[in-house]
């Protein structure tokens, strides 16, 4: 029996967007590429509220995270880190021999812009990058808070990792000053794993300009230059058959649900999980700082969590055990994408049912 | 109307492949995701006669091209260019900041074993890269005679762009001592595009070991321990999608088409598109070297190539013009991946149709 995913990733599709998957190709060079691609642009400018440019990868977002922090580092980044996915960007830099520096809040917690600032006010730093939404812990940083801050920077390349979070909540790019926002497929966007985009600020275009070696599948500058310089086509030969889905999944969110709707949806959904999660355990994060798709929950009433998923997966449902060190002491509901207030509460009345909760 | 395609990739793909792009989606973390890539492995280490490691990743060849070369350089790459694609392999090298002296050949000529051993001799290299296949003309490498030189120097790890032949073209991995072979989804495989993937030898995990700066998303030593140390797990999500098409498609190669039918029926397409070549136009490519999976056809009877293409298109055919500076001075048609004889038959007569040839 197929469970719907309640996970963070990969998350439940629906039919009709799977069933673009297995559409006929076409060739990658031809004009019918480029207008497919030009197509998904024009709506991802919408949902991330820019005029600047948009990049797709075949790759998950890690590979546009690297791309990101490599392609514009000139002098040294400064990571922000508040999980597991804040991390894996310091090993990103690490790895390519990148200079950064980490920094670290107790997971669970969220970065201050006060914080922010001591950092940045060092002068030693050229690239910033932050988890929007850590999916480790649930918490969801007050990137308006600390876009203020940044915004007094003029010489910092702000990258933001929000794969777990964008399209799902409402992130005004230009206005925030963001120079990269990375986001994957298979989280909000409602998609099957396997396709990542990121915005690209002309700011950004610039600095990658001065950086000598990038790289090449994840040079943004190059990425950049097909669509700008070659009508919308991409370096080598991309996944077209997750380009078909998201052209399709865009003009439904932009035109049918609505991109506000959307982000209303999701808040919806998050105060329905918090509320439960607070009822019958307690939330894991800051309450100050939950997140909006995915909520993570401690495990206060001792429950054999393996037990629960089992019983779930019987009734056709998959939720999240805790990620890394907080693996046995939480678990984790995603709410995002296309799932439905009404199949959330489906699934908490069985969780109820299961564990004789009320 | 679809066209079916008979350029070198993407390829025309079976619908029942395309239908399992369409699937439901499952965690990437679980049981079944490990159990979908062991048997995906399982199935090419028999179609490249390999007990070494075989890598999956989500994204075109070129990312895999581009993680062989930076993972296992410590010294300084030769790269052995006929091509364009034999360019790009430089062009990674470059970009990556890593030593690399590039040889070349002229378009439509292939490698010598004697030119190759002439470069090990000094001594100055301790990795070489070699296009198997070159998709730009045509050519095929005598990868057989090469390895027996390579063979001679054992320091050597030797990388092979095999993404436009290998599964259509026998390439005997561990007999001929090749580290690392790449190929990508589109191409001979015969699924869309999105996917690549790549043997991987132990001497080159050695290799891999010593080299510092190997990147994150590429790095195939990590793509490596996360089969080997974390039960044929992959580092980031995976386009889960890809890899159902994968396990069903390497089933049918495997269990009922059959390795040697596929090779063999890869000869039978080749041969027929360049006698009707050699009838009609002229061959590109020294005929010593023409390539198993694509024919580059040189355009001496200075037909109108878009006229062609376009008529083509109004009977469902699509073929390929020239790459790069072979652009108008030639055409190409691929005969890959699920091609039938007939419908390549097919093919050849509507052109004779459309061009009042005969």
């Known amino acids: 029996m197929h469970k719907k995913l309640f996970i963070p990733g990969p998350v439940e599709v629906r039919q009709e967007v799977l ?28 949902i991330f509220y820019t005029n600047e440019q948009i990049l797709l990868s075949t790759s998950s977002g890690s590979g546009l995270m690297e791309g990101a922090i490599r392609s514009c580092t000139l002098k040294k980044a400064a990571v922000f880190s508040i999980g597991a996915f804040g991390d894996r960007w310091y090993e990103m830099a690490i790895s390519n021999n990148i200079v950064a520096d980490k920094f670290e809040k107790q997971w669970g917690e969220a970065f201050t812009k006060e914080e922010i600032e001591r950092v940045l006010e060092t002068g030693e730093y050229d690239l910033i990058t932050i988890t929007h939404n850590e999916t480790s812990t649930g918490v969801m940083n007050p990137i308006e808070e600390i876009a203020e801050v940044i915004g007094k920077y003029p010489d910092i390349i702000f990258c933001v990792d929000a794969v777990s ?42 600095r990658a300009e001065k950086v000598t070696y990038r790289g090449k599948y994840f040079d943004l500058l190059s990425l950049y230059k097909y669509i700008k310089d070659k009508n919308y086509q991409y370096p080598s030969t991309p996944s077209i058959s997750h380009m078909y889905a998201l052209d399709y999944q865009l003009n439904y969110i932009v035109n049918e649900e609505g991109i506000e709707n959307r982000f209303g949806r999701h808040k919806v959904m998050a105060k329905i999980t918090e509320e439960w999660a607070d009822k019958y355990f307690e939330l894991f994060a800051d309450k100050k700082y939950l997140s909006n798709t995915v909520t993570t929950i401690k495990n206060v009433r001792n429950i054999d969590f393996s037990y629960l998923n089992n019983e779930l997966g019987k009734r056709g449902f998959q939720i999240s055990n805790g990620y ?30 299961i564990l004789k909760l009320n």
């Open 165 to 206: 979070s964008a399209v799902g909540s409402k992130i005004e790019v230009d206005k925030l000053g963001i120079d990269i926002l990375i986001t994957s497929s298979q989280k909000c966007i409602g998609l099957p794993p396997g396709m990542s985009v990121c915005t690209f600020s002309t700011k950004a275009i610039k």
């Open 324 to 353: 890394g060190i907080l693996k046995d002491k939480t678990f984790r509901i995603a709410h995002m994408a296309d799932c439905t207030i009404e199949s959330l509460n489906d699934l908490l009345e069985n969780i109820n049912d």
């Open 19 to 46: 069933s673009q998957m297995a559409l006929p190709l076409i060739g990658h060079r031809g004009k019918d590429a480029s207008q497919l691609q030009e197509n998904i642009i024009n709506n991802f400018k919408k």
